[in-house]
């Protein structure tokens, strides 16, 4: 057999960016990031972009970042004989066929939110038999949804603050009896979140009835489902989580956010002296770092978590009490983003993480290949 070329001996990575999410934009800077991060001498690079419409495209990063480039539409096949990103053809009598682009030995899924976070993509990369970065189908789901991860948390015994789910169905029927239910569970301050979505996006503190009546309805440009949870004065902390079966967890930060909460605007639009700052170590003494840890772990492991996550809490200020906020499967990457800073912080570079990831994701795959899909009695 004659030897595999040097660009046949690189790993093909099918880079997904992009998607139908309110966090599209967050997507790009962190697909840019990782794309720079890849050795070139190491892996091959096929970018697959999602538009905000949904659309797979045959495209380079900066085309979904400008529009300025030709997108050739493009799909995943749910079939494991097709390993392959297949460009799809259009005739003048709009009959379509398809062709391979390109080979692919491992999928890097960069998508934040609905659509791609949520266990959706990954449900596709399932049917393909395709090795992929992060959570699986189960993982990313639960993680996805902040009411159906309190309960898992709840149930596991960790603690979370109180909260009430609204459906927008009756928000938008009964908003008075929804507005009355809320403030009979929860007392001001309130947050507002679409239960699906992250960075922030559709995210409103309320300090009084007309603040929850916009919050909701903010929130409810997101998502048919919100959920109101009780505010406190707290301190942010997060910290990051890597591994498959025997993760391990970095040290742990804090964030100072630049406005009244670390809102969209906190995390990524503030710059200079306006910019949020982030505390790595978070100065919380050891006791806390190692419960920080030690819970970031058990949450990960408890929702079949995979390849990465980071892990948020809140810590009230007044009793240093810790509560449980949300599983991120797949953490902002931007250059500002905490995830790979606390991982900078506990002895792992950019590009080593990413390497990492991709390491796990192949190392996952070899596990699941040896499960029986079939049986004969």
């Given amino acids: 057999m004659a030897a595999k070329s040097a660009t046949e001996q690189k790993i093909r990575v099918g880079l997904i960016f992009g998607g139908r999410s309110g966090e599209y934009e967050i997507s790009l800077l962190s697909a840019r990031s990782v794309m720079d991060a890849l050795d070139p001498d190491k892996y091959e ?15 380079g990063l900066r085309a979904l970042e400008l529009g300025d480039e030709p997108m050739q539409p493009a799909a995943l096949l749910g ?10 053809h259009e005739d003048s009598n709009r009959r379509l066929s398809i062709s391979a682009v390109s080979e692919l030995d491992v999928i890097v899924p960069i998508l934040h939110g609905p659509y791609g976070e949520d266990g959706t993509v990954q449900g596709l990369l399932e049917l393909a038999g395709l090795p992929y970065s992060g959570a ?17 948390m709840q149930a596991e015994g960790l603690p979370i603050l109180p909260y009430e789910l609204v459906l927008r ?9 929804v ?17 699906n979505l992250g960075s922030s996006v559709g995210i409103s503190r309320c300090d009084d009835r007309a603040g929850l009546e916009a919050g909701l309805a903010e929130a409810a440009l997101y998502d048919r489902r919100l959920v109101a949870e009780q505010g406190i004065e707290a301190r942010d902390i997060e910290c990051s989580v890597l591994g498959n079966d025997d993760p391990i967890a970095s040290v742990a930060g804090e964030i100072i956010p630049s406005r009244e909460f670390y809102s969209y605007q906190a995390k990524y639009l503030d710059e200079g002296e306006d910019a949020s700052e982030l505390l790595i170590p978070a100065p919380i003494g050891e006791k806390l770092m190692a419960q920080v840890q030690a819970w970031s772990l058990q949450a990960y ?31 902002g990457f931007t250059s500002i983003s905490m995830y790979p800073k606390l991982w900078a912080a506990s002895g792992v ?29």
């Fill in 136 to 152: 699986g189908v189960v993982g990313s789901a639960v993680a996805m949804d902040k009411v159906v991860f309190k309960k898992v």
């Fill in 301 to 331: 492991k408890v929702i079949d978590c995979a390849g990465m996550a980071r892990v948020d809490f809140l810590l009230e200020k007044e009793s240093d009490k810790l509560y449980i906020n949300e599983i991120n499967t797949i953490p």
């Fill in 45 to 59: 690079v096929i970018p697959i972009g999602i538009t905000k419409e949904g659309r797979w495209v045959s495209a």
């Fill in 79 to 88: 079939d494991p004989s097709h390993a392959a990103l297949m460009q799809v």
């Fill in 349 to 377: 570079s950019y590009p080593e993480l990413v390497d990492r990831l991709i390491e796990l994701a192949l190392e996952r795959h070899a596990s699941k290949k040896r499960t029986r899909t079939s049986y004969e009695g």
């Fill in 179 to 195: 507005i009355e239910r809320v403030e009979s569970v929860l007392h001001y301050p309130i947050f507002t979140k679409p239960v």
């Fill in 169 to 177: 169905s009756e928000w938008e029927r009964e908003p008075a009896q």
